[in-house]
């Protein structure tokens, strides 16, 4: 399926210097191989999850990574000290509470600083198409238009996935709705996108979801997806690993 995002990529757009990488979930889809270590450790065709995300954000220029630590955060700590080179980590601390998506991002967000930033979780995987996906997201960035720019998949390329698709893009690639109870929608979110810090305020206190401020960017027409051109894996359960290092030793 080609790109569905009609606005001009602008390749001479920076990559956003700074992301945040959400690895502070239970992994509870991915027991008996958390039962020892945090979800983002667990090795994908010899490399844990996490460094694949690394690899991906230093070969896109990314200088810094701001990591949310919870469930056997002294192991990601660890990881992160003596085996992620290259790029300079924060990190930001929940392990008195679990906060989820949003509200990891608020307490994350006085490491992020004032412009727009990467988001990316750290346990799914994707493989660049004809170009990076993290800098094809850069290059159609725009201020003026967008809030929130997600990286999606068709569902029908969504490899190991089993929801039935998170959101619906006009003709443009603006997000024009979320999928509704009992119904599929075309594409799934694969767990990367720009955010401007812009969307993170009025906000509830302790755990909450990113939904709310998607759905503020949505209300608004500020919410835009652009559709990824290379492979992406839902790497959400042990069987899940088979299925994804079959795929990538195929080339």
Known sequence: MAQTLALRPNPAVAVPQVAMVMAAGLGKRMRPLTATRPKPLVEVAGKPLIDHVFD???AAGVARAVVNVHYLADAMEAH?????????????DERAELLETGGGLVKALPLLGDSPFLCVNSDNLWVDGPVDAIRALAATWDPDRMDALLLMVPLARANSHLGQGDFHLDAQGRIVGRRKPGRLAPFVYTGVQILSPKLIVDYPQGPFSTNIFWQRAIDAGRAWGMVHQGLWFDVGSPGAIGAAEALLADG
């Open 56 to 58: 991906r954000l230093r």
């Open 80 to 92: 992160l000290q003596h085996r992620v080179k290259g790029i300079e980590i924060a990190i930001s």
